[in-house]
């Protein structure tokens, strides 16, 4: 959950959000020695009067800083192309939900059950209860198992919406007629915020996304109770 004055992303609840959080660091610390150089230099240069005659023109600096800015590429890209080929990869999901996305609400359908699917819509400000987060909180949450690889299909009904929630790394766009998929596993029980990350309409700041990790034994409970009642 983020909080008021936070400079960095929220904590980690999936193994991919943990690799992104890596690589976040490691590209901000070539930058800001990148930015400590040029720096430097910047104001070595500005702050004397001399002169380097071997630097005006000289072929050895000149290889140096070609050479050296494609290696730092090359450091950038290797461990992003990983991190966007572990985020593709989909293996054996143990559920699959379908999330649909509609002005202005997300629906869900656990495609592994017959007839287990819902509604989720924002919980009104004034009908919150304490320690509710406004314009966060929904009537119903989707509730998944924790260390279980679940599989969201994505698809909108009526306009462009995303699907995305920070701590679990997971952020897909809903178009409508065509149906696309991302997975997570959810490495630690606990609630995690998300909201509509496509501009869809005047109430787009209201189709909040709240996903809830149990252990099995309680998504088993929980799946009962729902199967129960529809």
Not at 11 to 23: G, N
Not at 138 to 159: F, K, Q, W, Y
Not at 172 to 197: E, H, K, W
Request: with cysteine; aromatic share 10%; charged share 15%.
């Amino acid at each position: 959950m983020a909080h008021p004055t936070q400079l960095g992303f929220q904590d980690a609840a999936s193994p991919v959000m943990e690799e992104l959080l890596h690589f976040h660091d490691h590209a901000l610390m070539i930058v800001l020695l990148i930015s400590t150089l040029v720096l430097y230099i910047i104001t070595a240069m500005v702050s004397t009067k001399l002169t380097n005659k071997y630097i005006l023109d000289s072929q050895e600096i000149e290889i140096v800083w070609t050479i050296l800015p494609a290696v730092i590429l090359v450091l950038i890209a290797l461990p992003s192309l990983r991190i966007l080929y572990l985020m593709d990869e989909i293996n054996d999901p143990h559920l699959t939900i379908k999330a649909m996305g509609h002005q202005w609400y997300w629906s869900y359908e656990y495609t592994d059950y017959e007839n287990l699917g819902f509604d989720s819509y924002m919980v009104p400000t004034q009908d919150l209860a304490p320690g509710q987060f406004r314009l966060l909180e929904t009537d119903h949450r989707m509730i998944v198992p924790m260390e279980s690889p679940v599989r969201v299909l994505v698809s909108a009904e009526d306009v462009l919406h995303s699907w995305a929630v920070p701590s679990l790394g997971v952020k897909m766009d809903a178009v409508p007629g065509r149906l696309n998929q991302t997975a997570f596993i959810a490495s630690r029980p606990g609630v995690f915020y998300g909201q509509c990350s496509e501009i869809c309409g005047a109430n787009h700041s209201f189709m909040p996304i709240v996903v809830e990790a149990v252990p099995l034994e309680h998504f088993e409970n929980w799946s009962s109770l729902m199967l129960e009642d529809a």
